[in-house]
T-cell receptor, first 114, second 112 residues
Framework: EAQVTQNPRYLITVTGKKLTVTCSQN?????MSWYRQDPGLGLRQIYY???????DKGDVPEGYKVSRKEKRNFPLILESPSPNQTSLYFC?????????????FGPGTRLLVL | SQQGEEDPQALSIQEGENATMNCSYK?????LQWYRQNSGRGLVHLIL?????REKHSGRLRVTLDTSKKSSSLLITASRAADTASYFC????????????FGSGTQLTVLP
């Protein structure tokens, strides 16, 4: 089944404790992206990757890192999480074919930083 | 902000009625997309309309785009309780790669 998976789905952590949220897609998509969703603000892009070893900042990259060593994986790293990073995070991917602008979303990771 | 802005923020209708949601944006776009999100879950792509298109249909969905007014509308006909969800418009700016810029969404509630 074609899908985008994220782990963990739920995470409670404390300020300053490094964490990684994994994202994997099995559709051989070139483009991958991370978003955060906060009430009243919609989805805001954190980072995106056009292909392996190519990453760029989105609208709200501060406090986050990403890497794209393999086509299928695009982990989101919070080196020193802070309470303002409490949010719902979504990973998404899209292909290079005719539907390249259509993005497929993962189920989300709900993060609480105490 | 260049993001799409949906209107209304919340909409409550009876099953069987039509639901109309609007989206406005501020700059030139490559295309505009509508996504649906059930509570706390991932977004699901509904329909994409390109800047040179004016109207598209998909099942009970009808999307219009007016680039002169920089606005789009999503019409859901004969709504069902299962249509209850948040609906987001998202734009890809002209000259942009595949970066989607989302609005804050319309919460649709369809009452049985």
């Amino acid at each position: 089944e074609a899908q985008v998976t994220q782990n963990p789905r739920y995470l409670i952590t404390v300020t300053g404790k490094k964490l990684t949220v994994t994202c994997s897609q099995n559709m051989n998509h070139e483009y991958m992206s991370w978003y955060r969703q906060d009430p009243g603000l919609g989805l805001r892009q954190i980072y995106y990757s056009m292909n392996v070893e190519v990453t760029d900042k989105g609208d709200v990259p501060e406090g986050y890192k990403v890497s794209r060593k393999e086509k299928r994986n695009f982990p989101l790293i919070l080196e020193s999480p802070s309470p303002n990073q409490t949010s719902l995070y979504f990973c998404a991917s899209s292909s290079s074919g005719q539907t390249k602008e259509t993005q497929y979303f993962g189920p989300g990771t709900r993060l609480l930083v105490l | 902000s260049q993001q799409g802005e949906e209107d209304p923020q919340a909409l409550s209708i009876q099953e069987g009625e039509n639901a109309t949601m609007n989206c406005s944006y501020k700059t030139s776009i490559n295309n505009l997309q509508w996504y649906r999100q059930n509570s706390g879950r991932g977004l699901v792509h509904l329909i994409l309309i390109r800047s040179n298109e004016r109207e598209k249909h998909s099942g009970r969905l009808r999307v219009t785009l007016d680039t002169s007014k920089k606005s789009s509308s999503l019409l859901i006909t004969a709504s069902r309780a299962a249509d209850t969800a948040s609906y987001f418009c998202a734009i890809i700016l002209s000259g942009s790669a595949r970066q989607l810029t989302f609005g804050s969404g319309t919460q649709l509630t369809v009452l049985p």
